[in-house]
DNA sequence: CGGGATCCGTTACGATACTG
DNA sequence: CAGTATCGTAACGGATCCCG
């Protein structure tokens, strides 16, 4: 019976905050953009959100199209972006720098899951990325693992342990968000925050190449 | 007394949430983007939004930093994009390239004004455009008037009439819209919906090749 | 235990009326 | 013209309960 407030203007901004302008929902699709994730895992990564809220907007995205739900193995239900949904990514990533230029609150809580850093670490990474690239990276962030994938010009970033990377990063969230922000200065951030363990020798060149690249787009762009 | 509801994540999607993502505001800033304007005329272009809503998200971006109120000439009061607003561009325009995916709805009302065309035609014209542009457009759009001046690189568009155009364009509103989104073929449009009307041969190939380039970058990234 | 549904107090929104 | 005040309604937030 709910039937939430739309705008039904002819205008693509508009038509765009209709299907994704809800409380929440950009946050449910910051967190699906790392990959699949259930009920619980997206409840334990929006902090604060009520369960019903949740399954409101889970089934709105399903409706508009953006997500899907699918049965994994042992009847595990998981929630997943659709080819639509993954096109939120580089508004997700206008966000993030627009978000970034506003200084952190004072009273500010440390988010429920660390899967915000895939959308915009791919989007970043994707816009300095050259077509030579090929390598797997494990990024280890305050415990919390993704794997980055470099092939073929293209990036992807997700949640999930590497099988068997050629480079390992082990970083501190709150670090990379300041660097991001251009708080902490890059070089600051890359020669005290960020510890780099090699697997493949070349590979791990290009890794480091690609991160920093990304990191000084973004500080570029502020 | 309100405080409204923020998310005070250490997430910078969360934090650009929590200065734009109430109802109506991302609309105030893409009305504006085209310009100043008074208090009544974006009532006029925000259909169906009460007046005491627009007071509290008017002085919700004024302390934010994303606006201000300045009393221009006769006492009239306008409001106006600082430099920090201004950057919600990209942003903006992300959201309308992600709008333009979904089909707009049955039951769909015109918008109150057509500013909203202002900051996606110059995001776009802006990833076109080349140094040596150099001109200034005269746009009428359902006789709605804007400028769109392109000089050293970079481009503008604001409501209000051109004083001395290079060239005119007479639109609707309703194709340009359909061209964007790609449900109109880029030739349809061109050939049938656009008139040009040239006063400095020359600067009018640019025009139109600026706006027929911009068109074809959105159609493309569709 | 994961995946929700139900209930209820509180807040924000929408419409209209009113004022400097 | 530029807001303020009021008030009914819809959405949100928190907790509890239910079902496989």
Request: proline share 5%; with cysteine; net charge negative.
């Amino acid at each position: 019976m709910s039937k939430p407030k739309r705008y039904q203007l002819l205008c693509p901004i508009a038509r765009a905050l209709d299907r994704v302008g809800d409380r929440w929902t950009l946050l449910i699709l910051r967190d699906l953009y790392a990959g699949p994730a259930r009920f619980s895992g997206l409840k334990a990564g929006l902090d604060g959100m009520a369960t019903n809220l949740l399954t409101a907007r889970l089934k709105q995205l399903v409706a508009d199209g953006l997500i899907t739900q699918r049965r994994a193995e042992f009847g595990v239900r998981v929630y997943e972006l659709t080819e639509l949904g993954r096109k939120a990514r580089d508004l997700l990533f206008e966000l993030a720098m627009f978000g970034g230029r506003f200084p952190p609150d004072d009273d500010i809580k440390p988010p429920g899951s660390l899967r915000t850093i895939a959308v915009t670490l791919e989007a970043a990474c994707q816009r300095v990325v050259t077509p030579d690239m090929d390598f797997v990276a494990g990024l280890h962030v305050d415990g919390e693992r993704f794997t980055l994938t470099a092939k073929a010009g293209s990036v992807t970033v997700r949640a999930g342990e590497a099988e068997a990377p050629d480079v390992e990063f082990f970083n501190e969230y709150e670090p990379m968000v300041a660097a991001g922000d251009g708080r902490m200065p890059l070089e600051d951030f890359t020669a005290n925050h960020m510890r780099i363990v090699g697997h493949a020798p070349g590979k791990d060149a290009e890794a480091v190449q690609l991160l920093s690249s990304a990191m000084s787009w973004i500080a570029e762009a502020a």
